[in-house]
């Protein structure tokens, strides 16, 4: 491997072990009481803006080393799963999500009376799922997961393989931490939360353990996720400099 992806080995790793040692439990807790809670989000943001601008230019400047070469079923895939991920994205990022801003006060009380050796206080009925989270209860994660793994595929190149597949690692091991850091608080509120939803998307729903029509998720935001999906496919000439596909390069 040529020393010039140096870079981009580099950027990556910050961007990622970055973003999971500050997502870290005990880091967070001592950040956030040094800085409080509204410093530490500044400063997790800025961390995270200032590693993926480091990444995106170390990748632009890395040399092209040829792996798999670039496949036709592979952009062919991304076009037909590309909907799929902006979906995902528009809805879940458009959702209010019941479970973070249930949780984040109920466990905040129940850590206090953990501590006091109480057992945990009652739980709210009303946090469960709802439209896009019964499909995944992480649509942002799963969304920029499946376009890194849809972008490595179509790339085949070594650049491409440490920028996207970063993303991709950061993104599945985010659902992870997620998943485990909830279901060690106190109190059963997420295992509940969790039974009505899934982590992999639609498993619930084959499952039958969770039901779902599009409505419930807003034709509104399922609209707007085409829509994001049109603009990624038609402007990713302009913005990218390579067409999607080769009869969008007109």
Known sequence: MSASFTPLIAATLAFVIGHLVLS??????????????????AGYSLYAIATFVWMNK???????????GDPAWARWL??????????LLA?????????????????AANRIRAAL?????????GIQPVGIQKVTRHPVLWAIALWAALHLAANGDLAALIFFGGILVLSLA??????????A???????????????IPFAGIVQGRVRLSPGEIGWGRIAAGLILYLVF??????????????????
């Open 24 to 41: 870290a439990a005990p880091v967070r807790a001592a950040l956030t009481g040094a800085l409080g809670r509204m410093g530490f989000l």
């Open 58 to 68: 170390a990748f632009t400047r890395a040399p092209f080393e040829d792996l798999w």
């Open 78 to 87: 991304a076009v037909a799963v590309m909907p799929l991920a902006s979906t």
């Open 91 to 107: 809805a879940g990022v458009t959702t209010a999500n019941p479970a973070a801003l249930g949780f984040e006060k109920l466990m």
């Open 117 to 125: 050796g109480q057992p945990p206080g009652p739980q709210p009925p």
């Open 174 to 183: 985010g659902m992870v931490h997620m998943e485990a850091r909830k279901r």
């Open 185 to 199: 608080e106190p109190g059963d509120a997420w295992t509940r939360f969790a039974e009505r939803s899934s982590l």
């Open 233 to 250: 496919l038609f402007g990713h000439r302009v913005v990218i400099g390579v067409p999607p596909l080769p009869w969008l390069a007109g």
